[in-house]
């Protein structure tokens, strides 16, 4: 017997284990057990915006009122029908918040395979490519795979997009939630850029404020209550980590036309999320990362943008003991319960969330 996790699209903070019976697989699918994944804020974010980014898409439930969440990790193929895909084969990437998933596997090579499930071919492509890995992993590399690729490859792509509009003439940027992982990944690609970057300038809370300035990226960091008061009103772009509408207001407000870009990229601050309304300088413009990697692609070639963000995740990866403390939790039980912490805001910066199956 399957088990899965439904989450309440009207209150994302609710979710239930439902067993389900086990999947049947057809001609040309494989079905595969997930061994285990990570639960980060990034996930908080895709129940977010499941409804406006399709994200409820990936692994429907079959209801307009829940959906599945979808997670980062690794899996085991238990059964196969699928020519070039075996049993006991391992992968890496997109899965649902649940025990199994069923794949239809095209584009086979060896490195990677691409799920071409009828409901998933007008979704954005990079969700639905897997890379095959070693049949026996590294527990800690896998941990650490699981918790920072999805985010730092986020960072860096975030980086890259500034970097490629010539950071949008802004004298410095402002990074909102700057203790989340895709936060602090942005700062320290920023600051590998220095002195061709513009001043980082780290937003968080009063609590968060050591940990972000102990990790020596932002060449300052500012508490959201200090926004007026210590925010040079110069040529700046803010980068949205949280979707906090109040922090969104005051910072447009207090910057004015001297707010050059206004890029959304999370919503860790569900709760906070409102329209503001119009407001002074860009008008925020929600950032996709798949975009990114479309236009890259275009210029650069699938290969050499791989290459490129596999360099860039890898090298903050190794650097993340300093910071870093793994937790894991057992099964999808400890994964509801991690859940709830995670959507109701009760987490650590310096704690990354692993559910082992």
């Known amino acids: ?3 899965r996790i439904e989450i309440n699209r009207a209150d994302i903070r609710e979710g239930v284990k439902v067993d389900a019976e086990p999947a049947q697989i057809s001609d040309g699918e ?8 990570a639960l980060t804020t990034n996930n908080v974010t895709y129940a977010a915006a499941g409804e406006q980014l399709a994200y409820w898409k990936f692994f429907p439930t079959g209801s ?3 959906g599945i969440v979808p997670v980062w990790g690794f899996a085991r193929v238990t059964q196969s029908k699928c020519e070039g895909v075996v049993p006991g084969e391992r992968l890496y990437g997109f899965w649902p918040l649940a025990t199994h998933c069923v794949l239809k596997p095209g584009k086979i090579s060896d490195r990677w395979l691409t799920d071409t499930s009828e409901h998933r ?5 990079i969700y639905n490519d897997y890379n095959r890995v070693p049949p026996d992993g590294d527990a800690g590399a896998d941990d650490l795979r699981s918790l920072l690729q999805p985010l730092l490859v986020t960072s860096w792509l975030l980086f890259d997009f500034l970097q490629d509009n010539d950071w949008f003439d802004a004298e410095q940027i402002l990074i909102g ?3 989340s992982k895709t936060g602090l990944g942005l700062a320290k690609y920023l600051a590998e850029a220095r002195p ?12 968060n404020k050591a940990f972000v300035e102990g990790l020596g990226a932002c060449d300052s960091v500012v508490a959201y209550d200090r926004i007026t008061a210590e925010i040079a009103a110069v040529p700046s772009v803010f980068v949205d980590m949280a979707g906090n509408a109040e922090v969104r207001s005051a910072l447009h407000n207090h910057l004015g036309d001297q707010m050059k870009h206004s890029a959304a990229v999370g919503t860790s601050h569900w709760d ?3 329209p503001t309304g119009d407001l002074p300088g860009a008008k925020p413009q929600f950032f996709f990362a798949p975009a990114q990697v479309v236009k890259r692609r275009e210029e650069w070639g699938a290969d050499v943008v791989q290459r490129k963000i596999a360099d860039a995740w890898q090298r903050l990866a190794r650097e993340s003991g300093s910071w870093l403390t793994v937790e894991h939790s057992a099964g999808l039980d400890g994964a509801l319960e991690t859940w709830r912490d995670l959507a109701d805001g009760r987490q650590r ?4 969330h692993v559910v082992v199956m």
């Open 121 to 125: 071919q007008k979704l954005p492509p």
């Open 196 to 207: 061709d970057a513009p001043k980082i300038v780290g937003l968080t809370s009063p609590g």
């Open 349 to 352: 910066p310096d704690i990354g």
């Open 1 to 3: 017997m399957g088990c």
């Open 272 to 274: 906070k999320f409102a």
């Open 177 to 179: 939630s700057a203790s």
């Open 30 to 37: 494989i079905l595969v057990e997930i061994e285990r994944f």
């Open 64 to 66: 307009e009122q829940t």
